[in-house]
């Protein structure tokens, strides 16, 4: 069954950018999504189609996906960016996930 | 308002069953496929399932964690889906959401509050 790799952490300063990655054989080929999930919350989407940013989500946020890795940036991290972030990518009929990244904002 | 509500959730044995449902409203909720999706305590997200429209023959997939044991449908006119749980294992214990996928874009753009399921004895 299709996987995807994603670090268990990435720390960043406020104001920096953050990048956090995906991986998986040959991903450049799917379409590529990140949700945020803060704690006690549901997920929301932040990045779809792996570029693509829904209206109320921030311009510091943006993705890409070629070859075997997706990556979602936040330029300019703020404290309120904190959270968990998962990958997510289609496989024919099926659905997976990524084991979730925690960005921590210090 | 755009929204779903996930209701059904429960504290159930070893080897028991459950059905929880997702009422829909504020979209056009025939024309969407509806996914299931759960998260354990301090766990990631895992994709449980999925049932597609009736132009889409309301086809089924699911993971392989839970096919075979667990099914998914729903009622259009009652804008609500279903996940049935049979022969619940204490892995199965999470938190259950249920996820619009956009009729036209590959994305879980509606996301549910989640019921809590819990496999105990």
């Known amino acids: 069954s299709y996987e995807v790799t994603q670090p268990p952490s990435v720390s960043v300063s406020p104001g920096q950018t953050a990048s956090i990655t995906c991986s998986g054989d040959?991903?450049?080929?799917?379409?590529a999504c990140w949700y945020q999930q803060k704690p006690g919350q549901s997920p929301v989407v932040v990045i779809y189609?792996?570029?693509r940013r829904p209206s109320g989500i921030p311009e510091r946020f943006s993705g890409s996906n070629s070859g075997n890795t997706a990556t979602l940036t936040i330029s300019g991290t703020q404290a309120m960016d904190e959270a968990d972030y998962y990958c997510?990518?289609?496989?024919?009929?099926?659905?997976?996930f990524g084991g979730g990244t925690r960005l921590t904002v210090l | 308002e755009v929204q779903l509500v996930e209701s059904g959730g429960g504290l159930v044995q070893p080897g028991g069953s459950l059905k929880v449902s997702c009422a829909a409203s504020g979209f056009t909720f025939s024309g969407s496929a509806m996914h299931w999706v759960r998260q354990a305590s301090g766990k990631g997200l895992e994709w449980v399932g999925r049932?597609?429209?009736?132009?889409?023959?309301?086809?089924?997939a699911y993971g392989a964690s839970v096919k075979g044991r667990f099914t998914i449908s729903r009622d259009d006119s009652k804008n609500t889906a279903y996940l049935q749980m049979n022969s619940l294992k204490a892995e199965d214990t999470a938190m259950y959401y249920c996820?619009?996928?956009?009729?036209?874009?590959?994305?879980?753009?509606?996301w549910g509050q989640g019921t809590m399921v819990t496999v105990s004895s």
């Open positions: 040959k991903l450049g080929d799917k379409y």
């Open positions: 189609q792996n570029t």
């Open positions: 996820t619009r996928h956009h009729p036209t874009d590959d994305v879980f753009d509606i």
């Open positions: 049932i597609r429209s009736k132009g889409n023959s309301y086809a089924t």
């Open positions: 997510q990518a289609w496989d024919t009929s099926t659905v997976v």
